[in-house]
């Protein structure tokens, strides 16, 4: 199945589960999405598969109004990046309608938003804004790597009474896989390898090319740990601590650029921990895309993210083995 | 409107005037902290409103909320224990005077961004419709907020989703400092329901009784025709935006002319002239309302030493868990 196929699977097996579980957003009733995710669920759920408007601040804000009486929207943001147009209604509500009702209300909320480079839509159809949303306290973000967690990270946040921002990579769409009986947790990082000598700790797409790179460095006989976060709020602090005492050498791998990032926040927890911090044998290097607007000529938009190859130089270089 | 509905509409009036005349008070005396938007002669608007709705009908007020909550049947006590940021507030202290949500009397809380709420109240319309509810949703959101995307995306999805919900706009003619002859398109806000095929009207929205009845009105429109409806009351803001306001934006030949229309003072004119209350009875009510008001804003104070720590705070970030 593919990670295309696994998210289809799971909107399907939770409207199946439960009436209360909708779809809205643009043009995934019929035509089945931007992405083709929702392909054939219109069919099978007429009720709970509705096209929207192009009005995402105002559908976002009636998802967020009809979350609070107890439906479970899912909500389709076309691209990641017009993530700017419902930020207002998962910021200031959806994230706040907890606290600000002391428990009266909860906003059980889904947010669907597809990102990634790679595929020549050009700067404002390209983007990963994850970041834009880590600094805003009650929402959960989670960035599935596989189509397992997929399926699975997409079942736990329907089911979650939090709003779940639910970020998934357009160049993962093809990728295939099969599920497991397994639940992956929203909240719990995977450890994907094991390895002796250092650690690196990615998510998303970026978590092919960690695997890749550890590939590459064990041709040059660096045992490498590959940690996937799956969770990208709230963070897996244990785990990814845990794993980091054991080789005190951390390199992070994403797509997006550094500043204001998953990784510059990672590493600061890691830097934050007394004892994670006394275990270091070197300073956490991040590997990151560039702090630009994707260009679009395909050589120049290739070039936006690292790939196992620069990934692998970077970390012989620092580990004084290039 | 009879005798016993009338004594209630005043009873409402009087309620949130004699809140909002304290709540000044207590500003003033340096009791509360933060910042508050008082709804002095918006009365008839917020009373009239709330009597027309029935259990189930859920209001989405704005930052001018206290007026609505009173009328929705909020305990006053818990709507200053919250500006005072006690346990004891409608949201234990965490929301203040903008946030007062109420689950027990169908009020969701203001949105304090400004035109925020209305596809949320929106939001409640579409649940109400897919379970089949005979219940109507109320988006209030005054002149200022006229002017938000949200509000023209949310009346555009009303219409072609058929949603039960009523746009309740209070123009009260300012957006903060901003009058709204300055700052919107049209004049009677009401007509913006044309370009959304909305029914809607314009009303006095300083007599409770038009106001009752044109929301009644508006409600059974609602249900039998399962349509949205946009209702515009005209009223005014007596006091200034917030508590810092010098109101240096307008005359003092404006605020005199609009005091003449004071909503209580003409609603009480009338029930003497009607025969209905006397103005005996009338002032006995206003020392009954304004003494209820002031020993539950003295029991607030009292309990206002109770309050949340960080815990409690931390652990409600998230439904069902720590942050």
Same mark, same amino acid.
């Given at each position: 199945m593919t990670y295309r196929e696994a998210i289809r699977k799971a909107l399907d097996d939770q409207m199946t589960l439960d009436e209360n579980v909708i779809l809205m957003g643009e043009d995934i009733g019929l035509y089945g999405g931007c992405f083709k995710v929702t392909e054939g669920l219109f069919q099978k759920h007429p009720d709970q598969v509705i096209d929207t408007p192009v009005s995402e601040e105002g559908f976002a804000g009636l998802a967020v109004g009809s979350a609070m009486m107890g439906l479970r929207p899912v909500i389709e943001i076309m691209y990641a990046d017009f993530f700017t147009l419902i930020s207002d209604a998962v910021i200031n509500h959806a994230a706040k309608t907890h606290l600000l009702s002391a428990g009266q209300f909860s906003c059980p909320l889904v947010v669907r938003l597809p990102e990634g480079s790679?595929?020549?839509?050009?700067a404002q159809h390209t983007q990963s804004p994850e970041g834009a949303f880590l600094s805003t306290s009650g929402i959960k973000i989670v960035s599935p790597s596989n189509p397992n967690d997929a399926y699975h990270l997409l079942c736990e946040a329907v089911r979650d009474d939090n709003p779940v921002l639910f970020f998934e990579s357009k160049l993962l769409y093809p990728m295939e896989g099969e599920i497991s009986d397994e639940v992956t947790p929203i909240g719990k990082a995977k450890v994907l390898r094991e390895g002796k000598d250092i650690t690196i700790i990615s998510f998303s797409h970026a978590v092919t090319t960690a695997l890749r790179t550890a590939q590459m460095l064990s041709e040059h006989s660096v045992d490498a740990t590959v940690i996937d976060? *799956?969770?990208?709020?709230?963070?897996?602090e244990s785990t990814i601590l845990s794993e980091v005492r054991k080789t005190g050498r951390v390199f992070m791998i994403q797509d997006t650029n550094a500043f204001g990032s998953v990784s510059s926040e990672v590493s600061a927890m890691i830097s934050s921990d007394e004892d994670t911090f006394r275990s270091l044998k070197a300073p956490v290097r991040i590997i990151s895309g560039v702090d630009?607007? *994707?260009?679009?000529s395909k050589h120049l938009e290739a070039q936006m993210i690292p790939d196992e190859k620069d990934a692998c130089q970077i970390i012989l270089r620092s580990l004084n083995k290039a | 409107m009879n005798k016993e509905e009338s004594i209630r509409a005043l009873t409402l009036m009087l309620d949130s005037r004699y809140f909002e005349e304290k709540t000044e008070l207590m500003f003033k005396l340096g009791l509360i902290h933060g910042t508050t938007h008082l709804a002095n002669g918006q009365e008839a608007s917020q009373a009239g409103l709330c009597m027309a709705l029935e259990d189930g009908d859920w209001i989405v007020p704005t930052h001018r909320c206290h007026g609505f909550t009173i009328c929705r049947g909020s305990d006053p006590y818990a709507m200053f224990s919250e500006m005072l940021g006690s346990s004891h507030g409608l949201a234990k202290g965490l929301g203040g005077s903008m946030h007062m949500p109420d689950r027990k009397h169908f009020n969701l809380g203001s949105s304090a961004v400004v035109g925020s709420g209305v596809p949320i109240a929106t939001g409640i319309a579409f649940y109400n419709r897919r379970k089949n509810l005979r219940n109507i949703s109320v988006a209030i959101f005054g002149d200022g907020a006229s002017s938000r995307g949200s509000v023209h995306e949310a009346m555009n999805i009303a219409s072609v989703w058929n949603l039960p919900v009523l746009f309740y706009c209070e123009n009260n003619h300012y957006g903060m400092s901003a009058p709204a002859d300055r700052m919107v398109s049209i004049k009677n806000i009401a007509e913006r329901g044309k370009s959304y095929s909305i029914e809607s009207s314009t009303v006095d929205g300083n007599d409770v009784r038009t106001v009752l009845e044109a929301v009644r009105n508006a409600r059974s429109y609602i249900l039998e025709n399962s349509r949205p409806y946009l209702l515009e009351v005209n009223t005014y803001?007596?006091?200034?935006? $917030?508590? $810092?306001?010098?109101? *240096?934006?307008?005359t003092a030949q404006e605020e005199s002319s609009w005091l003449e229309r004071d909503p209580i003072t003409l609603f009480e004119r009338k029930l003497v002239t009607e025969n209905i209350l006397s103005t005996d009875e009338i002032s006995t009510l206003h020392e009954s309302r304004r003494q209820y008001i002031e020993e539950c804003a003295q029991r607030a104070v009292a309990d206002s030493s109770d309050r949340l720590c960080m815990t409690d705070v931390r652990n409600l970030v998230y439904a069902g868990g720590k942050s």
């Open positions: 790679g595929t020549g839509h050009g976060l *799956v969770t990208l709020k709230p963070l897996d630009a607007p *994707v260009p679009f | 803001r007596q006091k200034g935006h $917030s508590k $810092s306001d010098r109101r *240096v934006y307008r």
